[in-house]
């Protein structure tokens, strides 16, 4: 039987209420593997997470050992100190794995590869990576005079833009070290693949595919269903995912069509907010999308909506008439993945790993990132052609049951671990 060590960010549901501290939930791309990985009698599974505040903890539920380490806030992004690396061993030491995979080098769980026994393989999941985030989170703002936009609290350095850049500069340096000291890689596109390559030339680099979340392999989109002329973004909260370039874009469009709709969920963002909030807590690029919905006039099309859980999110991919992914940067993003598996009609700017997910004029129709003139044409040609909108879902959606099949998905990674092992040994 093979023993299998995660570590991620997020705490597992069956552990979660038991966890002491602030604990995270663990993100919805992990758990659906996870759950169709421990299905299999021939693996024995383990999972580890850093809780802020928290406590050593072990628990079992259903033959499946999870752990919590306590850590401070900030820990995770510098170097692992004595205590932190103490209580990992313990985890490693108890539940004695054949291998352990880390999930994400944006956190700096990769650094164990110095304190472990070098017998014990570990395997690195790429999901989202620093060194090309800050650079492009600098050039999605060069445009925006956002320092007229800072509140007191961004002008004392904490949060803001500058803050995540402040923060993202100082992390860099761990992530170059955990791209360099481990040996063996998981990702998706030919995009991450690279950037792996660049700081590990030598790097053993597997493909891995995503799962997405239940709901979405049981709904699908319609054009008779969904309401004309709705736009959704699902993610918009950062400058990064580009929601200022698509509202330059929607009022082109509010020419035509006045009661274009653009929906966004932005948690903790209401555009009649006081002058007390705006002035002294909110964020730079809150009060910049604020002040940007009044000068466009776009008052009555934007529809802001809090976080979304899984249901909801599938309720919005179908009442909406085009999906945008307006980023600047991204990997493999999911938003991308769970629009194509409804099956609603995308534009994409084609950035990272998004081109090894779609190809122009088939799944997708792409604009360069920030050209809002593109944009906006590219989403009339949906509005105004609907076997354009029906051509591209069904590809999207052909393409996506594909690389989100379930057991391909599992018997992929379960190829992978072994596959690592035998290299290791």
């Known amino acids: 039987m093979t023993r299998i060590l995660w570590i991620t960010w997020g705490v597992f549901e069956p552990f979660y209420n038991f966890v002491k501290g602030r604990p995270e939930k663990n993100s919805s791309w992990t758990i659906p593997l996870f759950v169709s990985l421990k299905k299999n009698q021939n693996i024995q599974l383990g999972s580890v997470t850093p809780v802020i505040n928290g406590t050593y903890q072990k628990k079992s539920?259903?033959?499946?050992?999870?752990?919590?380490v306590p850590i401070k806030s900030g820990d995770n992004l510098n170097q692992l100190n004595k205590s932190l690396i103490k209580n990992y061993k313990l985890v490693i030491d108890d539940f004695k794995p054949?291998?352990?995979?880390?999930?994400?080098?944006?956190?700096?769980?990769?650094?164990?590869?110095?304190?472990?026994?070098?017998?014990i393989p570990i395997v690195c999941s790429i999901q989202g990576l620093i060194h090309p985030c800050y650079l492009f989170l600098k050039y999605s703002v060069a445009t925006i005079k956002l320092n007229k936009y800072r509140s007191?609290?961004?002008?004392?350095?904490?949060?803001?833009?500058?803050?995540?850049?402040?923060?993202?500069?100082?992390y860099m340096d761990i992530?170059?070290?955990?791209?360099?000291?481990?040996?063996?890689f998981i990702g998706r596109t030919l995009w991450d693949k690279t950037q792996v390559a660049t700081f590990n030339p030598s790097a053993h680099y597997f493909h891995g595919d995503e799962m997405l979340r239940k709901s979405f392999y049981s709904n699908s989109w319609n054009i008779k269903?969904?309401?004309?002329?709705?736009?959704?973004?699902?993610?918009?909260?950062?400058?990064?995912?580009?929601?200022?370039?698509?509202?330059?874009?929607?009022?082109?469009?509010?020419v035509n069509y006045p009661n274009i709709q653009i929906?966004?969920?932005?948690?903790?963002?209401?555009?009649?907010?006081?002058?007390?909030k705006r002035h002294l807590i909110a964020e730079d690029y809150s009060n910049f999308l604020r002040r940007e919905i009044i000068n466009l006039k776009l008052e009555n099309n934007v529809i802001l909506l809090p976080r979304l859980n899984e249901d909801e999110m599938v309720i919005e991919y179908?009442?909406?008439?085009?999906?945008?992914?307006?980023?600047?940067?991204?990997?493999?993003?999911?938003?991308?993945?769970?629009?194509?598996?409804?099956?609603?009609p995308s534009v994409v700017s084609p950035v990272g790993g998004v081109m090894s997910m779609v190809k122009d004029e088939e799944s997708?129709?792409?604009?360069?990132?920030g050209d809002y003139n593109m944009l906006a044409y590219q989403i009339n040609r949906i509005f105004e052609n609907d076997s354009l909108a029906m051509k591209l879902s069904e590809n999207a959606n052909t393409i996506a049951l594909r690389r989100h099949d379930k057991d391909l998905i599992t018997n992929q990674y379960l190829d992978i671990y072994k596959e690592i092992i035998k290299q290791h040994n």
């Open 61 to 68: 539920f259903d033959n499946i050992h999870y752990y919590s």
């Open 152 to 170: 007191l609290k961004n002008l004392l350095g904490r949060g803001g833009v500058k803050g995540a850049l402040k923060r993202w500069e100082k």
């Open 98 to 119: 054949d291998i352990i995979h880390i999930h994400g080098v944006e956190i700096n769980f990769g650094l164990l590869r110095k304190y472990i026994d070098n017998r």
């Open 263 to 276: 929906v966004a969920p932005l948690s903790d963002f209401k555009l009649k907010s006081s002058m007390f």
């Open 318 to 344: 179908k009442k909406a008439h085009v999906f945008v992914l307006a980023s600047f940067v991204e990997n493999s993003p999911n938003a991308l993945g769970e629009a194509m598996m409804i099956g609603t």
């Open 225 to 254: 269903n969904c309401n004309p002329f709705r736009v959704f973004i699902s993610s918009s909260a950062y400058p990064l995912k580009g929601l200022h370039v698509l509202m330059k874009a929607i009022a082109i469009l509010k």
């Open 175 to 184: 992530e170059r070290e955990i791209l360099q000291i481990n040996q063996y």
């Open 364 to 369: 997708a129709l792409f604009f360069p990132s």
